[in-house]
């Protein structure tokens, strides 16, 4: 609970509009991207022995980090 108020705090102190008032919200990241249609996948590192690089298409109900 320290963190949360910390994070709290931190966010309502800031000059920015969007910061202050995402200090409403202290559990939620600050920005969200989720895809809305049909997006392309392509790894941030591949190796240099592949013969192609492994890319994808993914839906919006599956989420992709990294």
């Known amino acids: 609970m320290k963190r949360i108020q910390a994070v709290r705090d931190f966010r309502a102190s800031s000059k920015r509009a969007a910061t202050a008032?995402?200090?409403e919200k202290p559990t939620r990241f600050m920005t969200e991207n989720?895809?809305?249609s049909?997006?392309?996948v392509v790894p941030?590192?591949?190796s240099e022995?592949?013969?192609y690089i492994p890319m994808?298409?993914?839906t919006p109900d599956i989420l992709c980090s990294d």
């Open 21 to 23: 008032k995402a200090s």
């Open 34 to 36: 989720m895809p809305k």
């Open 38 to 40: 049909n997006y392309v």
């Open 44 to 46: 941030k590192v591949s």
């Open 49 to 51: 022995r592949r013969r």
């Open 56 to 58: 994808g298409f993914f």
